[in-house]
């Protein structure tokens, strides 16, 4: 596995969208690319230190990562100030750590009871898209779950 390949299955890896045929070939790769497995680990432990930290509080070695959240966060706020008058709503909402198979599998000693459920988010989702949030534009909404 070249390089390039590993950090993309990191990446499907973050969101737990990694094919089960590329577990192992990115486990070889990480055995041996002293670079991807420092990305890994570092995937790793910002998995576990969002389940106790805000996403956009400043962490070493997250500045990447951090950028692309807050860039996020501008784009939404900015649609919010765009569309504000055509009845439309834009939001962010950020979750910790999510609590999904994957999630699991990636962090098997991890306090899963302070996960955030799914369901928890679908609900706020399914809220924010209906005509009670109808006044909720431009906000940034954080769902922590016990973290």
């Known amino acids: 596995m070249k390089c390039e390949n590993a950090q993309q299955n990191i990446i499907l890896a973050q969101y737990g969208e990694l094919p089960d045929e590329l577990q192992f070939p ?24 969002l389940a106790s930290t805000p996403m956009l ?10 950028i692309s959240k807050a860039a996020l966060v501008a784009l939404v706020k900015n649609v919010a100030a765009e569309v504000k008058d055509s009845g439309i709503t834009a ?8 609590d999904t198979p994957a999630n699991r599998k990636s962090m098997p000693n991890a306090d899963f009871a302070t996960w955030v ?31």
């Open 26 to 49: 990115l486990e070889q790769h990480l055995g041996i690319c002293e670079d991807c497995r420092r990305e890994w680990n570092a995937y790793l432990a910002l998995n576990e230190e």
């Open 57 to 66: 509080e400043p962490s070493p070695n997250f500045a990447a990562y951090a």
């Open 91 to 98: 939001n962010v909402v950020l979750p910790s750590t999510i």
């Open 117 to 147: 459920a799914p369901e928890s988010i679908a609900k706020l989702l399914v809220w924010l898209c209906s005509n009670d949030a109808a006044d909720v534009n431009g906000a940034v909404i954080p769902i922590y779950g016990r973290a």
